[in-house]
Structure formats: C-alpha cells, structure tokens
C-alpha cells in the first residue's frame, strides 16, 4: 500500500510532461499540416478556376470563329453582291445553303439585304430540306419557300406580309456603322425563351462601293452547355455578363425571369439571387480591364459573405464589339473540406495517443519520444517546403496513423492528380537538390533534362473532347515513366508538357538516344477507349546538359525549353 505514493511522482514526472509535449507536437502537426495543404490546396484551386475560366473563352471564340465562317461562305472576300437579287437568286440561294449546312445552330439561317431594300434568308430545317424568305420589291410582300437543294422547291411560295424593312433592322445599321464585323446588341426573344445575337458584315458591289449586308444569327442558349461544364461544384457558379451586370447565360439559369403577366425580362448579376454570383461580379469588376481570357485574374472575397469564396474572372472583348466577362467562382470551404478533416483526424489520433501514453507510463514515454522527434522532423520539412522526407515507420500503432496521414499528404502535394506522374514542385525540389551549390561540376556523368511539348494536343481536345485529351495525357505519361529508368524523374509541367530529369547520362550522344526514343514513344498512335477513335500526334524534346548547358535549375530549364522550340517543326509552331 505504501509503495503507490512512492510511484505516483515518478509517473507524473515522466508521463506528464511527456503528455504535455505530445500535445504541443500533435498541435504542431496539425497547424504545420493544414497551413501546407490549406496554401497548395488553394493554388490548385486558383489554377483549375483560371483553367475553367480559360476553357470557356476557348469555346466562344470557337464559335465565334465558326460564326465568321458562315458569312465567309456566304459572301467571300472579293466577291461582289448581285446588281439585283432577282438575277443572282439562285446562285446566292446556293451559296446561303452551304453556309448554313457548317452552321452551329442546328437550324442556322444566312440573311442579306442590300441598299434597295432587296432581302434573301436560308435557314436550315433539316440535313436535307431550306427554307427561303426573299423579297425583290422593297415595297411589296415577300414569299417564303421550302426547297431541297438536290430536287429544288418542294411546295409553291407562300406570302410574308409582316417582314420588316430590313434596312431599318439593327444587324443592318450596325454593320454599315462598324469598319469589318460587327456583334448586334443581345436581343431577347421571348417566343423562344433564350438571348440570341448576330454578327454582321458590309459587302461590296461591283464597283466596290458597299451595296449590303450579310449577317448570322447565335443563340446564346450554346453558351448554357459550356457554362455547365465550367461549374466547380455543387455551390460553385459560372456565368458570363455584359459589360453593365446583365447576364448572358449562367450554370444555374437564372439569366431570364419570366414576370407575373408572362413577360420574360433579363437578370443582372446583383439582382440574380445568387449572393455567391453577386459577389463574384462585383469583385471582378475593377479588375476586369487586366483580365484576359489568356491570363484569367483570381480574387478572394471574405467581407459581406457568410463564408469566403474564391473567383476567377476575364475579359471577353474582339474588335467587332463584344465586351463580355467571364467569371467562375467557388465557396474556399468546398475545396479546403477534405483538408479540415484530414486535421481533424490528426488531431484524434493525437488524442488517443495521450491515452495511450497515459496507460503505458514511462515505459512507453521512450518509444513515443522517439516517435514524437521523428514527426517533428517531418512536420518541420513540410513547414519547410520538403516533401521529399516522409517520416520513418512508428513504433506506435496511434502515431503511425499521424505519420501515414502526413506522407499521403505529401505524397498528394507531390504528384499531378491526372497523370500520377510527379508535379511542377516535386520536380523543382529534385531539380534543385540535383544542382545544389557544391557539387562539384566534374562528380560522375552528367544530369539531363528533357522537356517535352505535344504537337496538336489542341487538335485532339477539339474533334474528341477534354476527357479524351484527359485519357491521352494519362497514357502518354505511362509511356514515359516506362521509357527511362526507374531512377529517373518524369513529371508533368503543364497542360500538354512533361519534363524528365535523367541522372548519370554519360555524354550528348547518350542523351540523344534517350531522345529518339521519347519522341518515338510519343508517335504511336493512343487508343482513346477499346474499339474507339485513335488519337495520333507526335512530341518534341528539347535537351539541355548539367554542367555543359546550365549550371542554375532555372538556366537548365530555360535551355531545354529553348531547344525545344528550336527543334519544334515550323507547321507545328505556327498551327
């Protein structure tokens, strides 16, 4: 009984203060842990909004593009309008048709109209059948037509008595107002529920002299399908305004509101009753004149929200007259969840090894200081930007959770999530390491870096779509870990770039075979999906030599990169 009293002090002056420096390294670990993730966490998330951001423009600008070609076929550079419809018409109801079969709209129509007031329309109805509104005398009615192109008109005109003069028609004026193309104000229709705008451009007659002009018509509806695809996450939104707040289309529909009395009226950002959408606008707003689709800008909003967001925005303009902006945000908590939870469960692990270490006594406080110094020196190195030392094996089952909690962590802040390939950081921390001042220039063979650029990525993106772009940059990058040696480091750098960093190449001609087989690698054709389509296209790799080339990380990189463009084919470069 006596003997109790006597243990008690030397258990509280061992398992005590041991208790209290498990806490103080549990707290250490989870702070050290959260900053870390939390700071990569929300890069990344800047990144894939930019990135949202950017995929959008790309695809306007696509159908823009596509737009233009619509009224290139229609009326090419050069060719002149007819003197009078009535002698051109067929040949202009030819030409009409074969536009609007390339049109994006699934019943696209062409339109022209010259100073006389004379009028022709084609629209789409089907692969196979038109439909032709023309009128030859400004003041008279016009007729409307269903015609086949390979039969000719399939049923007797009928007559339109309410067309417009369509000289007095905005995609008119503000044609014959602009210096080349021209975007028309968006126009509501509410027969249709959706926005639509054309794009127009002046023709020239015989005598050169501007004689009409030939327009398109896009509905913004299109512009819902891209916007559903950029949303971030089930609370984040996209959506793209006017210049003066009013929405074009957004992720979550809210563009059109159709009033009591059945009209159909237009939402602004701020009375969209999204405050998430709201806030988003008028963050970006200021910003928006340094914003490009090419480098899309990133703010945080954290004053008059219930909880901080982040937003990625950038300016939509062209010469023809459209000023849009596009803007993709997202709640900071919906990305920065699975990090909260992941200290959560470091700090629980924290908590049963206190019990743990409470039960065993001093006994166990040996094994968990040891423990304790070696999570400390692995929390330290990710405090530190060292992803590269995970900690050692624990001998307690409680803190070897913490420990395998942290290296999953720094595995994942180390690897690129599509290709499971290292990242751009593990790569600059290897890199760095592998040219640390000090080592001597003349130790062993020499240190490579290759950097790798697809040719015609872009290509596969556009005819098969980002998820088989996705599936390429997957098997391209098993291809090039299988290619070198286990050794070696391949990561991806960017959208379609890779970089392998080859340790121990003993000479240029080394380096040059490695190269050949890169390249050849990149040659063979990827099978998108079993039976599916096949995706061909080629790499090129610049090379450049530790210590021959570069004797700076940064040096090293920027002369692979500038051989890479060297070597790159002049077909490729300018596509």
Do not use: C
């Amino acid at each position: 009984m006596s003997s109790s009293p006597r243990r008690l002090p030397l258990l509280h002056a061992f398992t005590l203060p041991a208790m209290a420096g498990v806490a103080a390294l549990t707290a250490a670990i989870g702070w050290l842990s959260y900053r870390s993730a939390y700071d990569a966490a929300q890069e990344q998330a800047a990144r894939g909004l930019q990135a949202q951001v950017q995929r959008v423009g790309e695809a306007w600008s696509r159908r823009t593009a596509q737009a233009q070609s619509v009224l290139t076929v229609a009326f090419a550079e050069g060719v002149p309008a007819p003197v009078n419809l009535e002698s051109g018409l067929d040949n202009l109801r030819e030409r009409f048709w074969a536009a609007a079969s390339i049109h994006p709209e699934p019943h696209g129509q062409v339109y022209f109209a010259n100073r006389a007031g004379q009028y022709l329309a084609v629209r789409r109805l089907s692969t196979q059948d038109g439909e032709q509104v023309w009128r030859l005398d400004p003041d008279g009615p016009a007729q409307r037509q269903i015609f086949r192109p390979t039969l000719g008109a399939l049923q007797p005109p009928d007559v339109v008595a309410d067309l417009p003069d369509p000289r007095q028609q905005a995609w008119y004026r503000e044609a014959q107002a602009a210096e080349g193309a021209a975007w028309t104000a968006v126009e509501l229709r509410p027969e249709q529920q959706s926005l639509t705008l054309s794009r127009a451009r002046r023709v020239a007659g015989l005598g050169g002299v501007d004689d009409g002009v030939v327009a398109t018509d896009i509905a913004l509806r299109s512009l819902q399908d891209m916007l559903a695809t950029a949303r971030p996450g089930a609370r984040g939104v996209a959506f793209i305004a006017e210049h003066d707040g009013l929405l074009l289309s957004d992720s979550e529909g809210r563009a059109l509101h159709q009033q009591a009395d059945g009209r159909w009226l237009r939402r602004t950002a701020a009375a969209s009753g999204s405050p998430l959408m709201a806030a988003a606008y008028a963050a970006a707003l200021p910003h928006l004149g340094g914003a490009s689709v090419n480098k899309p800008s990133v703010v945080t909003v954290r004053d008059g929200m219930p909880e901080p967001m982040m937003a990625a925005f950038a300016r939509l303009a062209d010469p023809a007259g459209q000023d849009w902006a596009i803007v993709v945000a997202e709640p900071v908590a919906d990305f920065s969840r699975e990090i909260v939870a992941n200290v959560a469960r470091t700090a629980a692990l924290g908590l049963l090894a206190l019990a743990v270490l409470l039960v065993g006594g001093a006994w166990l406080q040996r094994r968990t200081a040891r423990d304790a110094a070696e999570l400390m020196r692995a929390a330290q190195a990710v405090g530190d930007g060292d992803l590269d030392h995970p900690p050692g094996p624990m001998a307690g089952a409680e803190l070897e959770g913490v420990a395998e909690s942290m290296r999953r962590m720094q595995l994942r802040l180390r690897t690129d999530r599509l290709t499971g390939l290292a990242n751009r950081d593990a790569l600059l921390t290897r890199l760095h390491d592998r040219m640390r001042p000090g080592r001597r220039q003349k130790d062993g063979p020499k240190l490579a870096l290759m950097f790798v650029d697809l040719d015609r990525f872009k290509d596969v993106n556009d005819r098969l779509g980002h998820e088989a772009g996705d599936t390429v940059l997957a098997t391209l990058g098993r291809r090039l870990r299988q290619t070198v040696r286990d050794t070696d480091l391949v990561a991806r750098w960017a959208s379609d770039e890779f970089v392998l960093l080859l340790d121990g190449v003993g000479s240029e001609d080394s380096a040059e075979f490695i190269r050949d087989q890169v390249e050849r690698v990149l040659r063979d054709p990827v099978e998108i999906s079993p039976g599916g389509p096949v995706a061909e296209l080629a790499g090129t790799v610049g090379v450049a030599l530790y210590p021959d080339d570069a004797t700076d990380p940064d040096e090293l990189m920027r002369a692979a990169e500038a051989d890479m463009v060297r070597r790159k084919p002049a077909s490729v470069s300018q596509w």
